[in-house]
Structure formats: structure tokens, C-alpha cells
């Protein structure tokens, strides 16, 4: 079946460094992809839509210069956090729809700004 | 823009059944996803409903109701490892986009 593939699992990193986390469709093209963030105990939050050759769309109150999306084909979106603060510690998940019926979700990974 | 409502916690019972609530009001409205999500891992798809009525999937059910706004996840023969947050999502008219509820954390005891 289709898989979004998202890694990395888990990073740890410094105050004021970068981070970029991968999305990948596995097994199909993914023209769009979602970009959630996740605080502990809360649900799913969109920060961003990333749109395949064209600039993402960001939700209101996210900045786009500090989270980078990068979709330079139809089977990759980056995420990069930069200049990452501990207040930027969360959970990133990210989505693809590949069909009206399905969506699918990558594995997330935990960023831990220290 | 999309509201959506769904109680924060629940609590049942091993064996029993239990209902989960979620109510919209969205702008624009193209189908609602349920879905599971354990702690530190990401959802899981249960359902998508886009026609008024009732879905079936072995011990998990969902029923829409576009009319009223309303939707539940009803989940028989509970067990254990049923623990987990639900989270009902909604998908705007585009049918991209999908806005989750705050999830409703479910505790199954024994």
C-alpha cells in the first residue's frame, strides 16, 4: 500500500542550529503534502501546505522564514527548522492525500531543541 | 474557516462499547476522517465518511450526519490496547486539507 516514509524518528539539537526533516512518498506522487506540528497532548496542528515546483502555504501565525518547505519533486518535502529555539520542540508530522478517500501520514519525528 | 469539537477524555470499560462525538462547522465540507494515535507515534486511518449514514469496519463503526454537523466513531468489544487518542478530522472543499479536532484521549480499564 502507499507509504510516506518521514525521517528522521527523532533529533536532537542545539539552540540556534537547523534542522531538516524529510517527507517521502514511498510508492505514489504526491503533487501535495502536509506539514503538522504537534504539542504534547494536543492534536495536529497545520502549519503549511507544500506545493510540488511552487512556494508553500503557510497557516497564519507560522513563520515562513523559520520553517523552510522544500518541494522540489513529487516524491519529496522538507522541513527545515531554522535557527531552532527549545520553545520549537515538538512533534512534525507530515501528510499526503492520495486519493479523496485516502490520507496518509509519515512515521513524525520528535525535534528536541536544547 | 473549520470548528470542530470533540470531548477531551473518555473512559470504558474492557469488553463494553463506547461512543466518541465530533461535531463541525466548517465552510466548506468534503468528507470526515477518524483517525488512532498512541502516544509518540503518528495517526493511523480508521474511517472516512462523505454520504450521511453508517460505515462499518469490523469493531470500529462511524456514522456522519452532514445535515446536523455531526459524526461518532463507535468502538465495540473495547480492548486495551484501544487506549489511545481519537481524532476526527474534517476535509475542506477542495478535498486537501485536513483540520483535526483536539482528539479525545480514550482509557480503557479492565
Known amino acids: 500500500g502507499a507509504v510516506v516514509s518521514q525521517h528522521p524518528s527523532r533529533v536532537i539539537c542545539k539552540s540556534g542550529t537547523s534542522v531538516k526533516i524529510e517527507c517521502r512518498s514511498l510508492?505514489?506522487?504526491?503533487?501535495?503534502m502536509f506539514w503538522y506540528r504537534q504539542f504534547p497532548k494536543q492534536s495536529l496542528m497545520l502549519m503549511a501546505t507544500?506545493?510540488?515546483?511552487?512556494?508553500?502555504?503557510?497557516e497564519q501565525g507560522v513563520e515562513k522564514d523559520k520553517f523552510l518547505i522544500n518541494h522540489a519533486s513529487l516524491t519529496l518535502s522538507t522541513l527545515t527548522v531554522t535557527s531552532a529555539h527549545p520553545e520549537d520542540s515538538s512533534f512534525y508530522i507530515c501528510?499526503?492525500?492520495?486519493?479523496?478517500?485516502?490520507?496518509?501520514f509519515g512515521q513524525g519525528t520528535r525535534l528536541t531543541v536544547v | 474557516g473549520q470548528n470542530i469539537d470533540q470531548p477531551t477524555e473518555m473512559t470504558a470499560t474492557e469488553g463494553a462499547i463506547v461512543q466518541i462525538n465530533c461535531t463541525y462547522q466548517t465552510s466548506g465540507f468534503n468528507g470526515l476522517f477518524w483517525y488512532q494515535q498512541h502516544a509518540g507515534e503518528a495517526p493511523t486511518f480508521l474511517s472516512y465518511n462523505v454520504l450521511d449514514g453508517l460505515e462499518e469496519k469490523g469493531r470500529f463503526s462511524s456514522f456522519l450526519s452532514r445535515s446536523k454537523g455531526y459524526s461518532y466513531l463507535l468502538l465495540k468489544e473495547l480492548q486495551m490496547k484501544d487506549s489511545a487518542s481519537y481524532l476526527c478530522?474534517?476535509?475542506?472543499?477542495?478535498?486537501?486539507?485536513?483540520?483535526f479536532g483536539g482528539g479525545t484521549r480514550l482509557m480503557v480499564k479492565p
Open positions: 510508492d505514489f506522487q504526491a503533487t501535495t
Open positions: 507544500s506545493n510540488e515546483g511552487s512556494k508553500a502555504t503557510y
Open positions: 478530522a474534517s476535509v475542506d472543499n477542495a478535498g486537501n486539507m485536513l483540520t
Open positions: 501528510s499526503a492525500r492520495i486519493s479523496s478517500t485516502e490520507a496518509f
